[in-house]
């Protein structure tokens, strides 16, 4: 069975640091696919990221980063230089390959950047 | 700009109401999910519609309807709900279902208060 675990619950950050939010899953599949999504207060979930299983390359896109083990089992993702807009709650997901298969996301990691 | 809109955006309702939520996306996605999110906790999937045609229910209470008119709508139909329904219900999209059908976008949410 997916399982997504995202150990830190809470992390609180000062404006311009850098912060790393873990992600560990679990799956019986080869195949998969591995998502990073924003939450801001308004609600909307924002994605981030797609990762497929076959490609373990780390992916930076502006102050942002992902970095895919699959040795660990794990997809963490960096920001760097923190700004007050960050500030959320991001989600980890997983989703197997198989047709009907649904996305299985991790519990969140709320990140406030303070001023 | 969201490109998945849901409305209302808030709704209250009491136990012997009927009520609707829309949602609505025009990216040519044949997926479309509905998913329940209580406080301090991630999306739960409650339904998925392939094509038109419903291909998961996760077990949910037959006091929520969903409908597919056509591929670009999705309704979930409310009665007699319970205040522990009291929840940010969000609709998402994707190409298709599984991982290798994309990533979901997520509409803002219909934030719904059962008294």
């Known amino acids: 069975a997916q399982k997504v675990t995202q150990a830190q619950t809470e992390i609180s950050v000062v404006e311009k640091e850098d912060v790393t939010l873990d992600c560990v899953y679990e799956?019986?599949?080869?195949?998969?696919?591995l998502f990073w999504y924003k939450q801001p207060p308004s609600g909307e979930l924002v994605f981030l990221i797609r990762?497929?299983?076959?490609?373990?390359q780390n992916e930076i896109s502006g102050r942002y980063s992902w970095n895919f083990q699959k040795s660990t089992s794990s997809f963490n993702f960096t920001i760097t230089a923190s700004q007050v807009v960050d500030s959320a709650v991001y989600f980890c997901a997983l989703s197997e390959s198989n047709y009907g298969q649904n996305f299985v996301f991790g519990p969140g990691t709320r990140l406030s950047v303070l001023p | 700009d969201t490109e998945v809109t849901q409305t209302p955006k808030h709704l209250v309702m009491g136990m012997t109401n009927k009520k609707s939520l829309k949602c609505e996306q025009h990216?040519?996605?044949?997926?479309m999910y509905w998913y329940k999110q209580k406080a301090k906790k991630p999306p739960e999937l409650m339904f998925v519609?392939?094509?038109?045609?419903?291909?998961i229910n996760e077990s949910v209470p037959s006091r929520f309807s969903p409908e597919c008119p056509n591929s670009s709508l999705l309704n979930l139909h409310l009665h007699a709900l319970q205040p522990e329904d009291s929840a940010l219900y969000l609709c998402?999209?994707?190409?298709?279902?599984?991982?290798?059908?994309?990533?979901?976008?997520f509409g803002e949410g219909s934030r719904l208060t059962v008294l």
């Open positions: 519609y392939s094509y038109e045609k419903l291909s």
């Open positions: 998402a999209s994707s190409q298709r279902t599984g991982g290798s059908g994309g990533e979901l976008f």
């Open positions: 799956t019986r599949d080869t195949t998969y696919y």
């Open positions: 990762r497929n299983s076959f490609d373990e």
């Open positions: 990216m040519g996605h044949r997926a």
